[in-house]
T-cell receptor, first 112, second 118 residues
């Protein structure tokens, strides 16, 4: 079956620091990959996605590249802001089933 | 963009009572909706897939008689927690895919419902 493994948190950074949150997956076929963000007290919002190998998803300064050879979809941002503090979820759709499979989430705290 | 709403956002109920949570797609039709449960500081656990006009499909280990799902229309799915107990306290989230012919796997999530059973 499908599975997603992402970096355990929490991650604490200073403002303007570089962010990487690792995500790897296991799936058959050609799944779509996503990063969702959950701000405190809110539901999930789609941050970015990639639907095929070598695609790069980007939004709000965040980027992630679909690497089929390493089955990875790491999230990066060059300079984080306090407002980026949230829980980030890596997820995949497709592969062996058409349901979203989530990683466990990574709590990011950015300090001023 | 597509919007999914949930009602209520928070509910407190007494043990043994039932609670209904609504999930609506506001500006698109959703023949399928998904219900998740999120425990504190943990990931989302898929509970069931709600299908308009047919029975819901439940994930392994989810009691279908306890978590009743009704997909009454193309824009509304409801989750009823029957005979709720404190261990049912959780954050319940629904989502719906936007089948636009292209990114059909893109999900839109409701803001969630915080259920507390006392």
């Amino acid at each position: 079956g499908n599975s997603v493994t992402q970096m355990e948190g929490p991650v604490t950074l200073s403002e303007e620091a570089f962010l990487t949150i690792n995500c790897t997956y296991t799936a058959t076929g050609y799944p779509s990959l996503f990063w969702y963000v959950q701000y405190p007290g809110e539901g999930l919002q789609l941050l970015l996605k990639a639907t095929k190998a070598d695609d790069k998803g980007s939004n709000k300064g965040f980027e992630a590249t679909y690497r089929k050879e390493t089955t990875s979809f790491h999230l990066e941002k060059g300079s984080v802001q306090v407002s980026d503090s949230a829980v980030y979820f890596c997820a995949l759709w497709g592969g062996s089933n058409y349901k979203l499979t989530f990683g466990k989430g990574t709590l990011l705290t950015v300090n001023p | 963009g597509a919007v999914v709403s949930q009602h209520p956002s928070r509910v407190i109920c007494k043990s043994g009572t039932s609670v209904k949570i609504e999930c609506r797609s506001l500006d698109f039709q959703a023949t399928t909706m998904f219900w998740y449960r999120q425990f504190p500081k943990q990931s989302l656990m898929l509970m069931a897939t709600s299908n308009e006009g047919s029975k819901a499909t439940y994930e392994q280990g989810v009691e279908k008689d306890k978590f009743l799902i009704n997909h009454a229309s193309l824009t509304l799915s409801t989750l009823t927690v029957t005979s709720a107990h404190p261990e049912d306290s959780s954050f319940y989230i629904c989502s719906a895919p936007l089948w636009d012919g292209g990114a059909g796997d893109e999900q839109y999530f409701g803001p969630g419902t915080r259920l507390t059973v006392t």
